[in-house]
């Protein structure tokens, strides 16, 4: 009979999905057995775990697909356990407001998120050090992990690692931010970079699609093309946004339903004057009501 091996699909491209099987330590196109569509598996994700066969000529014939721990469409990978939400001070330049968004769609989806600023070689003036020590604080305080680190310099390099033991974990954020430098940096598999463009201080979108690399014995780091629009009313109602801005949740107010704009008695507009709650969260909160769910605020 012949032998079956456990893998994960680490890539879908142009030219096929590849799978990886860990006992071999190898790569190979990979095929889905036809009763497999049968079975209504519409899609194979990156991040599948599967059971397979070897053809002779080195090809993996898929004949089971594991249940999925869950699935992410942005980018689109399954059973993700991590998340590393990388961000830099400048080049490109710092948008937290994206950065909200994804810390809410990452705990909407139950991924745990860490942030990552990168770059701080280029964090050399003293108003540039503020920023980062301000960012670092509002984070840290909200209840977010932060670590900051320079793949150029390979710096902190070892917080990073930290992270990545026995799972799947994504390197996500705008495009730039030097994803894939410092998945390359860590693993020393090289991956296309890309230059950030000195008119737009944008990325230009070097990866596409997503990918995962073997790491160790039985990691894999996902490497995703850089974001640029995340639209949070695809995932979830307006009244439940607050309770995915962490440090919101600690809250009570006196409507049991309240969304902290102009009700009465409300805990966290109370914990925002008294600074417990940090007015850049509070007000990132109330701009992704306005803009993804069309909710309108008037402000004094
Ligand atoms: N100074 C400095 N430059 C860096 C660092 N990390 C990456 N870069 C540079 O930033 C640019 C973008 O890096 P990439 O790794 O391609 O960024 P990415 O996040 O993968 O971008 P996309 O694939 O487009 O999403 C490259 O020119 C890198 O050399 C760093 O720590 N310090
Ligand atoms: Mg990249
Ligand atoms: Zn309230």
Redesign the pocket.
């Known amino acids: 009979m012949e032998k079956r091996y456990k893998g994960i699909i680490t890539s879908k491209e142009g030219l096929g999905t590849f799978g990886y099987i860990p006992e071999l330590k190898e790569r190979y196109l990979a095929f889905a057995r036809g009763n497999l569509i049968k079975k209504k598996i519409k899609k194979i994700f990156v991040g599948d775990y599967f059971e397979g066969i070897l053809t002779e000529d080195k090809k993996i014939i898929i004949e089971d697909l594991l249940p999925r721990k869950n699935q992410l469409f942005r980018p689109k990978i399954a059973n993700v356990d991590k998340v590393l939400l990388?961000n830099t001070i400048k080049n490109p330049p710092l948008n937290t407001g994206m950065l909200d968004k994804l810390l809410v769609a990452y705990d909407y989806y139950q991924v745990e998120p860490v942030i990552v600023f990168?770059?701080i070689?280029?964090v050399e003036n003293e108003e540039d050090k503020k920023e980062l020590q301000k960012w670092e604080k509002i984070y840290t305080d909200a209840g977010y992990t932060v670590i900051k680190v320079?793949?150029?310099?390979k710096e902190n390099l070892g917080s990073l690692v930290h992270f990545l033991h026995d799972n799947i974990c994504v390197f996500a954020?705008a495009?730039?931010?030097?994803?894939?430098?410092?998945i390359t940096a860590i693993t020393g598999v090289e991956i296309k970079?890309?230059?950030?463009s000195r008119k737009t201080k944008r990325?230009?979108?070097?990866?596409v699609g997503a990918s995962l690399i073997p790491f160790g014995e039985n990691s894999f780091i996902g490497d995703t093309?850089?974001f640029s629009k995340v639209d949070l009313s695809y995932i979830m109602d307006e009244r439940e946004l607050s309770g995915f801005f962490r440090e919101f949740a600690e809250y009570t107010c006196k409507f049991n339903d309240c969304m902290h704009i102009t009700e009465p008695h409300c805990g966290v507009k109370e914990a925002l004057e008294n600074g417990e709650i940090s007015k850049e969260r509070y007000n990132s909160y109330l701009k992704i009501l306005e803009e993804d769910f069309a909710v309108n605020i008037k402000r004094d």
């Open positions: 990388i990168n770059k070689d280029l320079s793949a150029k310099d954020g495009s730039g931010v030097g994803k894939s430098s410092l970079t890309g230059e950030v990325g230009r979108h070097t990866t093309a850089g």
